[in-house]
């Protein structure tokens, strides 16, 4: 099952702009985290936020997290040719042992 | 950080075959481990959740009989996709998760096997 939407589903952007990207979920959550994945490839863990926290920092990432809207974002500014990538939002629940869930994605393009 | 190793990395199998797909925690031990599959160009679904010691739970819509998991050790579980056809073509992903004491649902994913049926 997946547990929302992320917008936009693509984005194409010029190195050196910022990159926003939504994600909208739908149950209670214990925290919401944020993946990177190259095509083909694996998963990169790129942050976690969890319930109680409304924003998060690190490097060019900053996330955010609305639980009254059930939604995230997550900017990465000044973007590279090497962000070039798809971006998950995956919720892990309250639930002990549960898994977590994730979003569409959001498919960005940087060209230099 | 922990590691979650995969293998294989890819594998090419005629349709019919069985194909074994195993999933270890390497520098710890996970209770829980999952399997998710992914379609090109969409998101990971989650297919069960196999818990060391006892049977697999599944989602719903995924064929337990076709999608064999086995869970006999806290570092290794396997996926035997039965019978395959090339519709079962995809990518695997396990996760493992943390054991008791983690209190944040921290899973750290293994790289994926690329499975393709001719």
């Known amino acids: 099952s997946q547990q929302g939407e992320e917008d936009p589903q693509a984005l194409s952007i010029q190195e050196g702009e910022n990159a926003t990207m939504n994600c909208s979920y739908k149950?209670?959550?214990?925290?919401l985290q944020w993946y990177r994945q190259n095509s083909g490839r694996g998963l990169v863990h790129l942050i976690l936020?969890?319930?109680?926290?409304r924003e998060k920092h690190s490097g060019r990432l900053r996330v955010t997290l609305d639980t009254s809207k059930k939604s995230s974002s997550l900017l990465i500014t000044a973007s590279r040719a090497a962000d070039t990538a798809s971006y998950f939002c995956?919720?892990?629940?309250?639930?002990?042992?549960?898994?977590?869930?994730f979003g569409k994605g959001t498919t960005l393009s940087v060209s230099s | 950080g922990a590691v979650v190793s995969q293998h294989p990395s890819r594998v090419i199998c005629k349709s019919g075959t069985s194909v074994k797909i195993e999933c270890r925690s390497l520098?710890?031990?996970?209770?829980?481990m999952f399997w998710y599959r992914q379609f090109p160009k969409q998101s990971l679904m989650l297919m069960a959740t196999?818990?060391?010691?006892?049977?697999?739970?599944?989602e719903q819509g995924v064929e337990k009989d076709k999608f064999l998991i086995n869970h006999a050790s806290l570092t290794l579980s396997t996926l035997t996709v039965t019978s395959a056809h090339p519709e079962d073509s995809s990518f695997y992903i396990c996760?493992?998760?943390?054991?008791?004491?983690?209190?944040?649902?921290?899973?750290?994913f293994g790289p994926g096997t690329r499975l393709t049926v001719l």
């Open positions: 996760s493992a998760r943390l054991g008791a004491g983690s209190s944040y649902n921290e899973q750290f």
């Open positions: 149950t209670s959550i214990n925290n």
């Open positions: 936020i969890r319930s109680n926290e």
């Open positions: 995956a919720t892990g629940s309250n639930q002990a042992g549960t898994a977590l869930i």
């Open positions: 520098d710890f031990q996970a209770t829980t």
């Open positions: 196999s818990n060391e010691g006892s049977k697999a739970t599944y």
